[in-house]
């Protein structure tokens, strides 16, 4: 089915670890983007990009970098987990121009210890 | 920060009853989407309204908009069991309504009563 697959759903980390949170989507959207999202605090946005090559920061996006070598990928990378990075992430596309809505990821689950 | 604000922030009801949630934000956008998350799961696309609309209609669901207030309303009529979740406000304020940056809300969590 088409859509947009994250992977792991859930992680443990320790402190200090890093890891690639891994995103891919098959609709070939230019457009994708990271939220976390924390109870009582909505969505934010991590990093978002246009295009392969072209990645740019959000609200959020002290402790993460991003690529994007392909249009169909786009991993997050955490460099040293803390435990405020423990978080729901999700990934989402979207074709841009189109004005429509976006397609979301069922969500990594990161516990940071 | 959010841009959009959903009121109430949880509402409960009987099935077949109507569901209203609000939205309201701050700046000018280009469109308002909402979404629907069950629990544990991804969020949902549900409709977009644009800044020159005002009013649309999804099978159950009807939103409205009023920029003047710079509001929106999440109309959900004849509830079901299955519409329990959260409901999210986003909105698109990016310059020439490219569409990149969504800003959600926090959500409404409804809960539908069999």
């Known amino acids: 089915n088409a859509g947009v697959t994250q992977t792991p759903k859930f992680q443990v980390l320790k402190t200090g670890q890093s890891m690639t949170l891994q995103c891919a989507q098959d609709?070939?959207?230019?457009?994708m983007s990271w939220y976390r999202q924390d109870p009582g605090m909505g969505l934010r946005l991590i990093h978002y990009?246009?295009?392969?090559?072209?990645?740019d920061q959000g609200e959020v996006p002290n402790g993460y970098n991003v690529s994007r070598s392909t249009t169909e990928d786009f991993p997050l990378r955490l460099l040293s987990a803390a435990p405020s990075q423990t978080s729901v992430y999700f990934c989402a596309s979207s074709s841009l121009g189109s004005g429509g809505g976006y397609t979301f990821g069922s969500g990594t689950r990161l516990t940071v210890v | 920060s959010q841009q959009g604000e959903e009121d109430p922030q949880a509402l409960s009801i009987q099935e077949g009853e109507n569901a209203t949630m609000n939205c309201s934000y701050k700046?000018?956008?280009?469109?308002l989407q909402w979404y629907r998350q069950n629990s544990g799961r991804g969020l949902v696309h549900l409709i977009l309204?644009?800044?020159?609309?005002r009013e649309k209609h999804s099978g159950r669901l009807r939103v409205t908009l009023d920029t003047s207030k710079k509001s929106s309303s999440l109309l959900i009529t004849a509830s079901r069991a299955a519409d329990t979740a959260s409901y999210f406000c986003a909105t698109d304020a990016s310059s020439g309504g490219s569409n990149y940056k969504l800003t959600f809300g926090k959500g409404t969590l409804l809960t539908v009563n069999p």
């Open positions: 700046t000018s956008i280009n469109n």
């Open positions: 309204i644009r800044s020159n609309e």
């Open positions: 990009s246009v295009g392969a090559g072209i990645t």
């Open positions: 609709m070939n959207h230019e457009y």
